[in-house]
Structures are given as structure tokens and as C-alpha cells.
């Protein structure tokens, strides 16, 4: 049963580029949890989806960032135009039942660098 | 003010040491967790607690709801538990600490 899938696991983009970042969760999994760690910070929550639904953005930039977790296929972190501040670790981690309470399983991470 | 804040930030322990590191957190919660992150690698859950104690090889968590406070407890430390612990709470969303960062020396 193989964990959480991050791809890809480096992400080199230039300032106004966009970035992609997917993440499979656990089989059986419909929980997923978007995670940013900036360099010197702790983590940081983002957004919470399940399949098709968006249940909690309340970590989410106002801008430039979207999430989607489509009925079928990996969940999808987007960030349009990207600056340097966005350089971080993002993580996804899934679930198998509701709620941030449940226990989640992390992915490994896309390390995300603007020049 | 962070909702969970961790200490002590950095550790350096010999092997074989007893190691403790605490974690208090502000906010009601449902669940706290303890992860490991290693130097450039993916982040391992290694307890999920409500209540009580949790005890899983060498490692040994305890959460006191009362006190709002927990420990990871780590017995005959080794060189391969170098890594960076993270406290984590989660009711309505899931806060972070700032992580211990723990190196055990041969």
C-alpha cells in the first residue's frame, strides 16, 4: 500500500511562472490537507479538501493560490505568478475519515524555489 | 502569541541519554500529535493522543489536558533519532510548533 505520492519533489520556477504541485493520497484515503512550510518557520496550514469539495481554506493566500481535489486524479496545489516568497516545502498529508482531528499521513514534500 | 509553542528548540544529547521535550498549546483541541521531520526528508507521524500515554518502542508520548501540555519522552537515545520533532494540535484546523531540533552524538 504505498503512502502519500508528492510530485515533483523539486520545483525550480521563475518570478511570474506558475507552479503546479500534485499529490496522490493514501489508497483509500478522501481527505487532503495542503501544508507550507517556509524556510526558518514551522508549518503552516493551507487548505483542507475532500474529493471535489473544498472544506476549509481558511490558511490559503487570498491570492494567486487555488486548490483542487477532482473526482478522479491527484489533488492539485496551483500558484499563479509565482514571487520568491512562495520558495518554501509544500505537504500534503490524507486522511481517512473527516476532519483535521483524524490522523494524516504526510507526503514527502515538493520543495518549491523562485528565482 | 504561536497556539502551540515548543521546547526546548535545539538539543544535543549523547547516546544513550534520556530525552524529554515538552510542548504547550493554547487553543481546545481534539487530538495532539507528535511528527518527525528528517534533514530534507518527508514528515513521519509518531503519536496521535487524546489522553494519557503512548508508548511506542523507545518513544513515549503523554498529553495532560488539564495542563494543556504534552511530552515526547525519547529512552537510550540514538544517533538515528536526530531530526526535528514537531508538536501539533488539531480541532478546527491543525496548528504547528516551531519544532525541536534534536542531534544525538555517538
Known amino acids: 500500500n504505498a503512502g502519500v505520492m508528492q510530485n515533483p519533489r523539486h520545483l525550480v520556477r521563475r518570478r511570474g511562472q506558475e507552479a503546479r504541485l500534485r499529490c496522490s493520497p493514501m489508497?483509500?484515503?478522501?481527505?487532503v490537507y495542503w501544508y507550507r512550510q517556509l524556510p526558518e518557520e514551522g508549518l503552516k496550514f493551507m487548505v483542507y479538501?475532500?474529493?471535489?469539495?473544498?472544506?476549509?481554506e481558511s490558511g490559503m493566500p487570498k491570492e494567486r493560490f487555488s486548490a483542487e481535489f477532482p473526482k478522479e486524479g491527484p489533488s492539485i496545489l496551483r500558484i499563479q505568478q509565482v514571487v520568491r516568497g512562495d520558495s518554501a516545502a509544500y505537504f500534503c498529508?490524507?486522511?481517512?475519515?473527516?476532519?483535521?482531528?483524524?490522523?494524516?499521513?504526510f507526503g514527502p514534500g515538493t520543495r518549491l524555489t523562485v528565482l | 502569541k504561536n497556539e502551540v509553542e515548543q521546547s526546548p528548540q535545539n538539543l544535543t544529547a549523547q547516546e544513550g541519554e534520556f530525552i524529554t521535550i515538552n510542548c504547550s498549546y493554547s487553543?481546545?483541541?481534539?487530538?495532539l500529535h507528535w511528527l518527525q521531520q528528517h534533514p530534507g526528508g518527508g514528515i513521519v507521524s509518531l503519536f496521535m493522543l487524546s489522553s494519557g500515554k503512548k508508548k511506542h518502542g523507545r518513544l513515549i508520548a503523554t498529553i495532560n489536558i488539564q495542563e494543556k501540555h504534552s511530552s515526547l519522552h525519547i529512552t537510550a537515545s540514538h544517533p538515528r533519532d536526530s531530526a526535528v520533532y514537531i508538536c501539533a494540535v488539531s480541532g478546527n484546523q491543525f496548528y504547528f510548533g516551531t519544532g525541536t531540533s534534536l542531534t544525538v552524538i555517538p
Open positions: 487553543v481546545g483541541i481534539s487530538a
Open positions: 489508497k483509500g484515503h478522501s481527505h
Open positions: 498529508a490524507s486522511s481517512m475519515l473527516a476532519g483535521h482531528y483524524n490522523e494524516q499521513f
Open positions: 479538501l475532500q474529493k471535489e469539495n473544498i472544506i476549509d
